[in-house]
Nanobody
Framework: QVRLMESGGAPVKPGGSLRLSCATHGLVDNRHCMGWLRQYPGQEREAVATFDSDGRRRYSESVKGRFIASKETDGTGETPKITLYLDLNSLTPDDTAMYYC???????????????WGQGTQVTVSS
């Protein structure tokens, strides 16, 4: 069973930084894509920083050069523990959104491909 749990969202001032974390259970490298998506009120979720199942990282144009996605794999075997991170830098009010950890048993995690979701963590950028 796949479970995802985000943490780290908070209010932050423009220009500031934040680190989001996602503790996962049931994901396997080379089998699942995984990563970060965000949602503005009243809009569809969009992928911002994801890992393909082969490990390739993808960033949306709006966050490229500012956000850094990383992951740590702890242990081996059928279900190692994978933790995802998203470092958000040079934040602007346009980055204010609910950020979700998502995954799928697929090559690439577009917003429509993701089938496993965390509960979300709110990032608010305001002076």
């Amino acid at each position: 069973q796949v479970r995802l749990m985000e943490s780290g969202g908070a209010p932050v001032k423009p220009g500031g930084s934040l680190r989001l974390s996602c503790a996962t259970h049931g994901l396997v490298d080379n089998r699942h894509c995984m990563g970060w998506l965000r949602q503005y009120p009243g809009q569809e979720r969009e992928a911002v920083a994801t890992f393909d199942s082969d490990g390739r990282r993808r960033y949306s144009e709006s966050v490229k050069g500012r956000f850094i996605a990383s992951k740590e794999t702890d242990g081996t075997g059928e279900t190692p523990k994978i933790t995802l991170y998203l470092d958000l830098n040079s934040l602007t009010p346009d980055d204010t959104a609910m950020y979700y950890c998502g995954a799928a048993r697929a090559r690439t995690c577009s917003a429509t491909a993701v089938t496993y979701w965390g509960q979300g963590t709110q990032v608010t950028v305001s002076s």
